[in-house]
């Protein structure tokens, strides 16, 4: 069991390896890719971004699905199973859940790559009355196609795609991810789909550039992760975290930028890499959605979207998408 474990752990290092060497040999942009943000300290800073006055999104995510789970609950076909791709805490989907429960029993599966996220989850839900949990620890679209097929004959899918991740898919991707979403469903079943809508600019470069830093703290830490498990020397201090809209893709764009020309090593990768002054690396977009934008999406992906839950304090939309 412990050499397992240690197999797994060797193997998913070898791969962060690789990706960091990938992404940093490219020729044009340098990129690293988002999902390694979330090791435990990148984790801890996201939480505090969450709660910053600044990023409304986690707490608008939050408000609508609290203001209308009973709503939505009475918009679902009956009897149903829940997925959900990416567990989180599980504290926004109890309202959903609840309000559920409250009409029948229903069974809610998690889909999930980290197994501490699952279990958190499964603590949370726990004391919902007449809900079971079931951990599916698979990625998002082999978890949903698992899950499909366990499903008896006549009962629908709600699946849950919440906190506005669709919006970090690269252009195109997000529809060509929600046609991958289709196909595991059957006509009836349902997608609630939670994104962050296009604001005013200051309110959104506020949102990932905060003034007291935390925001840049997350961004650089995964230099510092690769510092970590890689034994690589980025000196943190000569990286900047830079935030800025890209009107053509409304998006905003994350990227880390070196004050000087420099050279990094990076062992465990068996790499060296060098940095002109301002170069960036490219480390995650953030589409910021039309109302309008987001009823094309579910056309273009074989939905209709039947209803918009729209947070007023900060633009934010939870659509409800019918596979027809
Ligand atoms: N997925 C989140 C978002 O798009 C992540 C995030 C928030 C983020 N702040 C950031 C990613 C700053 C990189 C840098 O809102």
């Known amino acids: ?127 919902v009355n007449g809900l079971t949990v079931v951990g599916v ?17 006549g009962t629908h899918l709600l699946v849950l795609f919440l906190g506005s991740t669709i919006g970090n898919f690269d252009s195109e991707a997000d529809r060509r991810f929600l046609q991958s979403v289709r196909q595991t469903l059957v006509p009836g079943d349902c997608l609630l789909l939670g994104a962050d809508l296009v604001k005013p600019l200051n309110q959104l470069l506020a949102a990932y550039d905060d003034p007291a830093g935390v925001t840049a703290a997350f961004n650089l830490n995964i230099l510092a992760r690769i510092n970590r498990e890689l034994d690589a020397d980025f000196n943190l201090r000569q990286f900047e975290h830079v935030a800025r809209f890209n009107e053509k893709t409304s998006s905003i764009e994350m990227h880390l930028r070196s004050k000087k020309p420099q050279t990094v090593t990076i062992p465990r990768a068996e790499f060296m ?7 960036t690396i490219w480390t995650e977009s953030s589409h910021k959605y039309s109302v309008a934008e987001l009823k094309t999406l579910a056309a273009a992906s074989g939905f209709h979207c039947k209803e918009q839950w729209i947070d007023q304090e900060w633009q934010f939309a939870e659509s409800l998408f019918i596979a027809i």
């Open 137 to 153: 620890e698979r990625d998002y679209l082999d978890g949903l196609r698992e899950v499909a097929a366990r499903r008896k004959e």
């Open 1 to 127: 069991m412990l050499l397992e474990n240690t197999l797994t752990i060797d193997a998913a290092a070898v791969q962060f390896a690789a990706d960091v060497r990938a992404g940093l040999d490219r020729p044009g942009q340098k990129e690293l890719s988002s999902k390694y943000f979330y090791d435990p300290v990148g984790s801890a800073l996201f939480e505090a971004i969450s709660v910053m006055p600044e990023y409304g999104l986690t707490r608008a995510d939050e408000r609508v699905l609290r203001q209308h789970a009973s709503d939505l609950a009475s918009m679902v076909p009956a009897p149903l199973l829940v997925c959900e791709l990416g567990s989180g805490s599980g504290k926004k989907t109890r309202w959903i859940l609840e309000s559920l429960c409250r009409l029948e029993p229903v069974s809610y599966y998690p889909i999930e790559i980290s197994p501490a996220a699952l279990a958190s989850c499964e603590r949370e839900l726990a004391q």
């Open 273 to 279: 890499v060098q940095f002109r002054e301002g170069e």
